[in-house]
């Protein structure tokens, strides 16, 4: 009796090790596409092994997955592919070895392959992230001044066609009064997916340097860093009937760009402009490499309980937060990183960046706090809010030193009644005239010094 107990014991330990020979199954592919870089996410039922090779001549990346069968999953990421993505031309997946899969990407320009794994975490299995920057790193403040003159361009040539118009009008009385002003040029459409060439493409040429009124022009520049929560492979809090924070805050925080940039002397950057995610140290970073004169996160949490509601706006605090709800926001936000994936096998920057932005100044957190009643003073005219003053709590995105920050928390996501109200447009409209007011009053009763922006 005894005996066939041990044997039936040894087979209940023998079944998960048998199990774990088999393949690993791959249950999704995911492409995140965005002008900083490319993310490629391939996500399995057990921890894949892999390597990738960069070719030249044409530019390709090469990936062996070892132990892996090809199925669907791995099939669709050929129709993945978007035109408009800067990095990837195409891709194509076969079965190179008895269970070894090679996925093969024809790429647009040479590009630095970063690969790393992530282990499980809600409501993710493992993953095997590639991400794929450009080789040479754009510069977002130059972006800056170079978009704001083709908006002004652009501004100046409708103004002429509407003079044009209407001096054709004075000149032909005939013309009828209904000949419509003609439209501002349309962007141009995404290019097509280039083929695969079998020369090395010519790398693009450096931007020109500023010239000498550009460079005035940007030291009398207000810059305002908008920070849409969470993004990519993170959808941030998600609501009763399926409206995702990373999409919703997203759309507000473009909404709010065009406001803002419509300001004279007023520029806008964002830390993401599409569905991708962007480290928490990264949006930091990329606001101080602006010089920005205010950071503003906008998010749309969730909470334990359906029934909380309300707006908040936020500070950064050295110490405690000044309520529960506030450290467990603050607690959920700064998870985003282990969600959205980040490499930490290379992060020695950003670890050495976190240990200088917690050197964060006094003079910060009271700037912040002056941005963040103005803000929570006409957000309150809106709708309801969760508390009356700005609370504080240890937000790791809100830890520039040297530039007041503040993130919003536009609604409770979780709250059906406030999830249909951030479904709304003309709700989101009112929103983004709350905050470009609030933004605005502060500049006027605030204005920051010139600085001496350098490249």
């Given at each position: 009796?005894?005996?066939?107990?041990l044997?039936?014991?040894a087979?209940?330990?023998?079944?998960?090790?048998?199990?774990?020979?088999?393949?690993?199954?791959?249950?999704?592919?995911?492409?995140?596409?965005?002008?900083?870089?490319?993310?490629?996410?391939?996500?399995?039922?057990?921890?894949?092994?892999?390597?990738?090779?960069?070719?030249?001549?044409?530019?390709?990346?090469?990936?062996?997955?070892?132990?892996?069968?090809?199925?669907?999953?791995?099939?669709?990421?050929?129709?993945?592919?978007?035109?408009?993505?800067?990095?990837i031309?195409?891709?194509?997946?076969?079965?190179?070895?008895?269970?070894v899969?090679?996925?093969?990407?024809?790429?647009?320009?040479?590009?630095?392959?970063?690969?790393?794994?992530?282990?499980?975490?809600?409501?993710?299995?493992?993953?095997?992230?590639?991400?794929?920057?450009?080789?040479?790193?754009?510069?977002?403040?130059?972006?800056?001044?170079?978009?704001?003159?083709?908006?002004?361009?652009?501004?100046?040539?409708?103004v002429?066609?509407?003079?044009?118009?209407?001096?054709?009008?004075?000149?032909?009385?005939?013309l009828?009064?209904?000949?419509?002003?003609?439209?501002?040029?349309?962007?141009?459409?995404?290019?097509?997916?280039?083929?695969?060439?079998?020369?090395?493409?010519?790398?693009?040429?450096?931007?020109?340097?500023l010239?000498?009124?550009?460079?005035?022009?940007v030291?009398?520049?207000?810059?305002?860093?908008?920070?849409?929560?969470?993004?990519?492979?993170?959808?941030?809090?998600i609501?009763?009937?399926?409206?995702?924070?990373?999409?919703?805050?997203?759309?507000?925080?473009?909404?709010?760009?065009?406001?803002?940039?419509?300001?004279?002397?007023?520029?806008?950057?964002m830390?993401?402009?599409?569905?991708y995610?962007v480290?928490?140290a990264?949006?930091?970073?990329k606001a101080?490499?602006?010089?920005?004169?205010?950071?503003?996160?906008?998010?749309?949490?969730?909470?334990?309980?359906p029934?909380?509601?309300?707006?908040?706006?936020?500070?950064?605090?050295?110490?405690?937060?000044?309520?529960?709800?506030?450290?467990?926001?603050?607690?959920?936000?700064?998870?985003?990183?282990?969600?959205?994936?980040?490499n930490?096998?290379?992060?020695?920057?950003?670890?050495?960046?976190?240990?200088?932005?917690?050197?964060?100044?006094?003079?910060?957190?009271?700037?912040?706090?002056?941005?963040?009643?103005?803000?929570?003073?006409?957000?309150?005219?809106?709708?309801?809010?969760?508390?009356?003053?700005?609370?504080?709590?240890?937000?790791?995105?809100?830890?520039?030193?040297?530039?007041?920050?503040?993130?919003?928390?536009?609604?409770?996501?979780?709250?059906?009644?406030?999830e249909?109200?951030l479904?709304?447009?003309?709700?989101?409209t009112?929103?983004?005239?709350?905050?470009?007011?609030g933004?605005?009053?502060?500049?006027?009763?605030?204005?920051?010094?010139?600085?001496?922006?350098?490249?």
């Amino acid at each position: 009796m005894k005996r066939r107990q041990l044997l039936r014991g040894a087979g209940l330990v023998l079944l998960p090790l048998a199990t774990a020979t088999h393949g690993a199954v791959v249950v999704a592919v995911r492409l995140w596409p965005a002008l900083a870089y490319t993310r490629v996410t391939i996500e399995s039922e057990r921890a894949l092994d892999a390597r990738h090779v960069l070719t030249e001549a044409p530019h390709r990346l090469a990936v062996d997955l070892e132990g892996v069968e090809l199925d669907g999953a791995l099939r669709e990421l050929v129709g993945k592919v978007r035109p408009d993505d800067p990095y990837i031309a195409g891709v194509r997946v076969g079965q190179y070895q008895p269970r070894v899969v090679r996925l093969v990407f024809d790429l647009k320009q040479p590009v630095r392959a970063d690969q790393f794994a992530l282990t499980p975490v809600p409501p993710y299995r493992h993953r095997l992230i590639f991400d794929l920057y450009p080789l040479q790193e754009l510069d977002p403040l130059l972006a800056l001044v170079r978009e704001r003159e083709a908006a002004g361009e652009r501004a100046a040539q409708t103004v002429q066609d509407a003079l044009g118009e209407l001096i054709a009008r004075v000149d032909r009385p005939g013309l009828p009064a209904t000949t419509p002003v003609p439209a501002m040029p349309s962007p141009p459409a995404p290019p097509a997916p280039a083929p695969p060439v079998a020369t090395t493409p010519a790398p693009a040429p450096p931007p020109a340097p500023l010239t000498a009124a550009e460079r005035e022009r940007v030291q009398r520049l207000l810059i305002v860093a908008l920070d849409a929560g969470h993004g990519g492979e993170d959808p941030g809090a998600i609501g009763p009937t399926g409206l995702r924070e990373k999409d919703v805050v997203l759309a507000i925080a473009l909404e709010l760009r065009e406001r803002l940039n419509s300001v004279p002397g007023m520029r806008v950057m964002m830390t993401r402009e599409g569905d991708y995610f962007v480290p928490l140290a990264e949006r930091v970073r990329k606001a101080r490499r602006v010089q920005a004169d205010l950071f503003v996160s906008i998010h749309a949490d969730a909470f334990m309980r359906p029934e909380a509601r309300g707006a908040s706006v936020f500070a950064l605090s050295t110490g405690g937060a000044t309520s529960t709800a506030a450290r467990w926001m603050a607690e959920r936000e700064n998870s985003a990183d282990r969600v959205g994936g980040v490499n930490v096998a290379g992060v020695k920057d950003a670890q050495l960046l976190r240990a200088m932005l917690d050197m964060s100044t006094t003079a910060q957190i009271n700037d912040s706090l002056k941005v963040g009643h103005e803000v929570l003073s006409r957000i309150g005219r809106v709708g309801r809010l969760h508390k009356r003053r700005v609370e504080q709590a240890g937000f790791a995105v809100l830890k520039a030193p040297d530039i007041p920050s503040i993130l919003v928390e536009t609604a409770f996501i979780s709250n059906p009644e406030e999830e249909s109200l951030l479904r709304d447009p003309a709700h989101r409209t009112r929103l983004v005239d709350a905050l470009a007011a609030g933004i605005r009053r502060y500049f006027a009763r605030n204005p920051p010094l010139v600085r001496s922006r350098t490249l």
